[in-house]
């Protein structure tokens, strides 16, 4: 059998003050021509379904839109909710909106075994979402003393639906989770303080698959094909430069899965250009990727972002890396009523430029005297 990993699609999601939802669009409409075209039989989307846990309308209809179009392409689909996600609204529609589909969220059904039955055999699927262990059920079986963590949910969780395994039949797990030597980008959402978030991923053992989600990486976790995250399908910030993939596993009828990434053909890369204002007015734009600039000038410069949209039409951000870097202690406000006017004028144009420049703090301390002169 086919199973197509894929995760953190994020509908609604945007980067700066762009809406990503025609890329995500885009993004869905290439997913569904894959799955007919390669005939899958699963799709997994292992959570962050959504961007936020009440997501826009338009949002919710493509991700519905998106459902339907992938049960009618001939595959049936098992997603879980992600630490975006609103574990209630998902789980509660579980098995309402049509045959082939397979909603987890929240802790209810977590450890629940789904068997599917295809042309080759069994699957056992166990979908587990994002399990935040603060909401985490008394287990009077265990030291009520102990907080539970990350780790000790998501084990007991897979340990309990393994139980339930038929032994012989293929399985497949789906998790959403922050496992042990994987390596993050820069627009995942912390899951807790430090390391506290961090699973290993021995939890996984004795599945023959596990789609993870939550990190935007794709990557092989341990040097295991069977243990991968699929990544997130468009870049969410500037450290996503790496190409974007679903990953196709065959499962056979003897559960031996092999993987392959299948990289994604649409949607924006992300570009970082540098340069004063006048170099990149100079330069070809970029019509096509998600920009940042980093403007080196030493001095402020005036709209700065419209000039440069009409360059960039896609861009994100703005930087400036040539002021000076500003290493001064805050000033109080008893210390801002002993300075004068013109040293506190010196002192800003000192801190927003990368040199001294005697003309300009002349010209500044010329024009203040002015305005104190006709004050006066």
């Known amino acids: 059998m086919r199973i197509l990993h894929t995760s953190d699609w994020h509908l609604g999601r945007s980067f700066g003050d762009h809406r990503l939802l025609e890329q995500q669009a885009l993004f869905i409409d ?5 799955v007919r075209h390669e005939e899958i039989d699963l799709v997994a989307i292992a959570g962050d379904l959504y961007d936020r846990s009440v997501p826009p309308a338009d949002a919710v209809e493509l991700f519905h839109s998106s459902l339907s179009r992938l049960l009618a392409a001939g595959a049936d689909v098992a997603a879980i909710a992600g630490n975006h996600d609103s574990a209630e609204r998902l ?5 309402l909106l049509a045959s082939g589909l397979l909603l987890r969220g929240g802790y209810k059904r977590a450890a629940d075994v789904d068997i599917r039955t295809y042309a080759d055999g069994p699957l056992a699927i166990v979908a587990v979402p994002y399990l935040d262990p603060v909401f985490a059920p008394i287990d009077t079986s265990h030291d ?3 907080r539970p963590s990350h780790e000790t949910v998501l084990r007991r969780t897979l340990t309990t639906a393994r139980d339930r395994i038929t032994p012989g039949v293929r399985s497949l797990a789906i998790a959403h989770a922050f496992v042990t030597g994987a ?13 506290a978030g961090m699973v290993s991923s021995t939890v996984f053992n004795g599945f023959d698959y596990t789609a993870l989600g939550h990190l935007h990486r794709a990557q092989i976790v341990g040097g295991d094909e069977r243990v991968r995250y699929s990544g997130a399908p468009l870049a969410y910030s500037f450290g996503e430069k790496s190409q974007k993939e679903v990953v196709l596993i065959e499962l056979d009828a003897d559960a031996d899965a092999r993987s392959k990434p299948i990289p994604i053909d649409v949607g924006r890369s992300v570009a970082t250009v540098r340069g004063t204002l006048d170099e ?3 330069a070809d734009g970029n019509n096509h990727d998600w920009v940042r600039v980093e403007l080196t000038n030493t ?3 005036a709209d700065a972002h419209r000039r440069l949209r009409d360059h960039f039409p896609h861009l994100v951000e703005i930087a400036r890396i040539g002021a000076r870097p500003n290493n001064r202690e805050r000033l109080t406000v008893q210390a801002v009523r002993e300075r ?9 144009l000192t801190n927003v430029s990368s040199h001294d420049d005697a003309s300009d703090l002349a010209l500044l301390q010329n024009a203040l005297s002015r305005a104190e002169n006709h004050q006066s």
């Open 340 to 348: 004068s006017v013109q040293e506190l004028a010196g002192e800003f």
């Open 30 to 34: 290439w997913l569904v021509d894959l």
């Open 299 to 301: 001095h402020p410069v």
């Open 280 to 282: 990149l007015l100079a």
């Open 91 to 95: 789980g509660s529609i579980d098995g």
């Open 183 to 195: 390596e993050p980008s820069e627009s995942e959402r912390t899951l807790a303080v430090g390391d």
């Open 144 to 146: 009520a003393s102990e």
